[in-house]
């Protein structure tokens, strides 16, 4: 899924990197923005989709994203994407040593810490809270808001690229 955004991060002059420590950009989704360190010394920190809704079950998130989901291919005529995409949730499901990772960093919170953050949510995410301005981090982060899903920047990176490049 993440062949798009890492395609157009590298037509755009970007260098992909595994350690964080050791980019200028980090860019995270979902679950994986708690597992950004809260004492990068990058540039730019940049976290789509923070899976954080104070009030609100993971169970409902996930039914809600799920229905989003079918309903977002549907409408679009995507039903080999869609079949696509809950092949790779299964595998990333599955990955119970990364679940478990960022479990543990949740509870942590480092990720709260991160300097130089912009928050980017879509206005259909069923996990991160549309009340951005509650949640509790160190350094206000810049807001961004973007049509679609929780998944999006998976479909259409060129959006994403532009709050990067900006």
């Known amino acids: ?6 395609r157009a991060l590298t037509e755009a002059g970007y260098t992909i990197v595994d350690d964080p420590y050791q980019a200028d950009i980090v860019i995270a989704h979902s679950g994986g923005c708690f597992l950004v360190p809260g004492d990068l010394p990058t540039k730019q920190v940049i976290m789509i989709g923070l899976t954080y809704w ?6 409902k998130a996930l039914i809600q994203k ?3 989901d079918v ?6 005529r995507k039903g080999l994407a869609w079949l696509q995409k809950v092949r790779w949730n299964v595998v990333y499901f599955w990955n119970m040593r990364r679940n478990f990772a960022m479990l543990r960093e ?7 810490r991160v300097k130089h953050l912009t928050l980017i949510r ?7 809270t549309p009340d951005i301005a509650s949640l509790p981090f160190a350094h206000k982060p810049a807001f961004v808001a973007v049509p679609d899903q929780h998944d999006d920047c998976w479909l259409h990176p060129h959006r994403y690229l532009a709050v990067i490049q900006s």
Do not use: T, V
């Open 54 to 59: 104070p009030g609100k079950s993971i169970l």
């Open 106 to 112: 949740r509870k942590r919170g480092d990720f709260w």
């Open 66 to 68: 799920n229905w989003n």
């Open 122 to 128: 879509n206005d259909e995410d069923s996990f991160c």
């Open 1 to 6: 899924m993440a062949g798009r955004m890492l």
């Open 71 to 76: 309903q977002y291919h549907r409408r679009d």
